[in-house]
């Protein structure tokens, strides 16, 4: 067995923070390493809960601590997330929706993408989720007094990230907590020896987890090297805001994505209100400009809780020395595809996998680096649109990069694949761990009118057999999933009676 540090320090709390915090102590509790986890964090460092949309990964985390679905949903007000609504991107009008589900995970080896290209329907239709969407249901159905699972797919959550942090931190078993700040970073050897703390406190600790977010105060001690996206991603400020929940409005399942001249807005619902957001260009627009922008499409006045520049990009390395960045310490991107926490779980199983292995921090560094490289064209992808109505889209249409360019070259020619995927990370597979493949890009190339429909008649006409059965299962897909959309309780409904 690969050694274990035995202290492991981790300053920063929040979401990411004790997620981090309880994957590593169960995982050291496992192995029987003898490691013991410190969290050192401040209650008295705010955090702005704008509300953030995670991934299906986040709710098998629940399921491994045996964390209750229902108390978390009821504790910190959260709400179901079957997907993304991608409003105005394609053209000024149009909508499509890109589910997280994958059907294939029900209908292996069956060319349900192909079929619905060729036959000119949306992808998403054969997707559970996408049926849910429509009708803003639950993913329950009731049916003598017991919840009913809609299906078999992980869904995932919107939530306010200090609640849930707070809510985390509260289930956490086993890890030391001091409510302090850190003031002092000392170094020697192969990274930090020891934390200085605003009450004189010095924590020593073998291996350290930076969760302060854009602060990174541990990892720029060490030489962090960051690496900027602004060539790549177009928008640089957000301005985030919240909007209440009216009496009796219907929650919308997914989190919407709504663009606009010079970015685009986002829209998360929790149980109370709207965690919402400008994301833009100030090459293209003004704070001012940006206020007045949104307040005019949605029709009254919003009271922004900042507007900061930011700069998507990631740390060249997480892993230092004995130290690692996570969070919003290794990496941001724009919030358009909930990548955040989920990078921070799978980040976690890949540092517990190779902890203590002779190249466990080179390994580490080149599979975080592909993982965020990896969301990033996949977010640059979303621009890829019709859209020349604004010198925001005017630009972005003529700087697409190359690697974005030669996938959709390539998908001009077929359906994307799982093949058309490297394998992450290389050595781990059977961890499972969730990325960005054919089951995210399908229906985002398809919603954004991307894929070539005569491709996918090629190749559905190889091979009538595949053809005929792709058709049946689409078709049975989509009756099973209308009716079991039917059934399920309306979202909101459905929330309201968890706190009954």
């Not at 854009?214 to 960051?226: P, S, T, V």
């Not at 919402?276 to 940006?290: E, F, I, K, M, R």
């Not at 491709?455 to 209308?482: C, F, G, I, N, W």
Request: glycine share 8%; with cysteine.
């Amino acid at each position: 067995m690969a050694e274990w540090p035995k202290h492991i320090v981790i300053v920063g709390g929040g979401t990411a923070g004790w997620l981090a915090a309880m994957m590593l102590s169960d995982d050291a509790t496992r192995l029987k390493t003898g490691t013991r986890v410190t969290v050192i964090e401040s209650s008295r460092i705010g955090v702005i809960g704008v509300g953030e949309g995670s991934t299906a990964v986040f709710r098998q985390m629940l399921r491994r601590f045996n964390l209750d679905e229902e108390e978390f949903l009821r504790e910190t007000g959260a709400t179901i997330k079957f997907g993304i609504r991608h409003k105005d991107w394609r053209r000024v009008g149009h909508t499509y929706d890109g589910p997280i589900d994958d059907p294939h995970l029900v209908a292996p080896g069956v060319k349900l993408d192909e079929y619905a290209v060729a036959a000119g329907r949306p992808v998403a239709e054969a997707h559970l989720f996408q049926h849910l969407l429509w009708k803003n249901r639950a993913p329950v159905a009731r049916k003598d007094g017991r919840s009913i699972p809609a299906g078999p797919f992980h869904y995932s959550y919107h939530f306010d990230q200090a609640l849930v942090g707070a809510w985390l931190r509260k289930k956490a078993k086993g890890i030391a907590l001091i409510d302090d700040q850190v003031t002092g970073v000392e170094k020697g050897g192969d990274g930090v020896v020891a934390l200085t703390l605003e009450s004189g406190q010095r924590v020593e600790g073998d291996f350290f987890l930076d969760c302060t977010g854009f602060r990174r105060r541990l990892i720029n001690e060490l030489g962090a090297q960051w690496i900027s996206y602004r060539d790549v991603l177009p928008v640089n400020r957000a301005m985030p805001f919240w909007v209440d929940l009216k009496q009796g409005e219907e929650i919308s399942p997914c989190t919407l994505a709504w663009a606009q001249g010079s970015g685009w807005l986002w829209w998360i619902p929790t149980q109370g209100r709207y965690g919402a957001g400008y994301v833009y260009s100030d090459l293209h627009t003004t704070p001012d400009q940006a206020k007045a922008e949104v307040e005019t499409k949605l029709g009254y006045e919003i009271f922004p809780r900042n507007d900061i520049r930011i700069e998507a990009g990631r740390l060249r390395d997480a892993w230092i020395g004995n130290c690692v960045a996570v969070g919003l310490s290794s990496s941001f991107l724009e919030p358009l595809e909930a990548t955040s926490i989920h990078g921070t779980i799978v980040q976690m199983m890949m540092l517990s996998a190779w902890m203590g292995t002779p190249d466990g921090r080179d390994r580490y560094n080149a599979a975080t680096g592909q993982q965020v490289d990896d969301f990033r064209d996949f977010i640059r992808l979303h621009y890829v649109t019709e859209r020349r109505d604004t010198p925001f889209w005017r630009d972005v249409a003529e700087s697409h990069p190359q690697v974005v360019r030669d996938r959709l070259a390539l998908w001009q020619t077929k359906v994307p694949t799982r093949e058309d995927f490297p394998r992450f990370p290389p050595g781990l597979e059977h961890l499972g761990l969730a990325h960005v493949q054919e089951q995210l890009y399908v229906p985002v190339l398809d919603g954004l009118g991307l894929l070539n429909r005569d491709a996918a008649r090629a190749e559905m006409a190889k091979d009538p057999k595949a053809r005929d059965k792709a058709r049946q299962t689409h078709q049975s897909l989509v009756s099973e999933y209308t009716r079991a959309a039917a059934q399920c309780l309306p979202h909101r409904a459905w929330l309201q009676s968890l706190a009954a």
